[in-house]
Structure formats: structure tokens, C-alpha cells
């Protein structure tokens, strides 16, 4: 008699725990940490790039939330502030803070926690930052986990 072994593989989803996921640092006295919960509670935004329809909150609403100066008062001083987003893999891209002013652009760029209606991929997620119209994807940083605003010398 021939025993047969027979092997269950469960698929197992990795979710991303209930506490922070990005967090935001340079802007006030202490960072700002952020859930799921809490970016899918800010006024929501849609981004198509390349044929994929992408869902989160822009930038600009993240870092207001966080207290960056917008608008009228990015001037002088703020206007030699930068932000370096970082991926979970270290990966990082560096951006000027009017790059996300509806005062000086209308760009958009997004963190997204949504793609095509459903999480973003865990191998890009569970945020990734889109930035629309722009010709490549070299700035767009995967599993996005943290914004960190600093000053030019």
C-alpha cells in the first residue's frame, strides 16, 4: 500500500497592524503618526497614472494635518525646507515644499492606500506614494512609512 502525503498550504494575508503607519517628522515639537484609520478619515483624492486608478490623500492634506505652513505663509524661511519621504526598504526622495502647494502647482501628488478599488499590493504597500505627471516613476516611493521635512543649510 502506497501512503500519499498531502500538504495544506493556507494563504495567509498580512495585514498592516492597526497602529501608526506613516509618520511625519520635522514639522512640530513631536512627530505625527498616522493610522489607516485616520488617513481614510482625511478628505480623499484620485489619482490615474498609467492606466491604474489610484485612491489616498494628498500630500499637502497630510502635511497641513502635521502643521507645515501652506499657501501664503510658504515664503522666506519655508521656502528652504524640504521633505524626504522613506520607504520601508530605505528607499528615499527628496521634494521641495512647493511641490505640493495648490498655491504653486496643481500636480497632486497622492499617498495612496488604494489601487484599482482594492489595498495597494503588499509589495508596494500599504501606502505608496503617486505622483501624477511625472514622465518616470524614480520618485515614486513604495511602502512609504515616513515624511521627514528638514532645512537647506
Known sequence: MRRIALAFVAAITVLPAA???????????????????????????????????YEGVLVYDVLKKAGQPFGAQLRNAQLVKYAVFTGHDGYRALFSLPEFDPAFTSAGALIADRMDGK?????????????????????????????QIQTAP
Open 19 to 53: 497602529g501608526p503607519v506613516l509618520t511625519i517628522e520635522g514639522v512640530a515639537a513631536a512627530p505625527l503618526q498616522l493610522t489607516l484609520s485616520d488617513l481614510a478619515g482625511m478628505p480623499r483624492a484620485k489619482a490615474i497614472v498609467t492606466e491604474h486608478i
Open 119 to 147: 489595498p495597494i499590493p503588499e509589495t508596494k504597500g500599504p501606502l505608496w506614494l503617486i505622483l501624477p505627471g511625472e514622465k518616470t516613476g524614480v520618485r515614486s516611493v513604495y511602502m512609504l512609512e515616513r515624511i
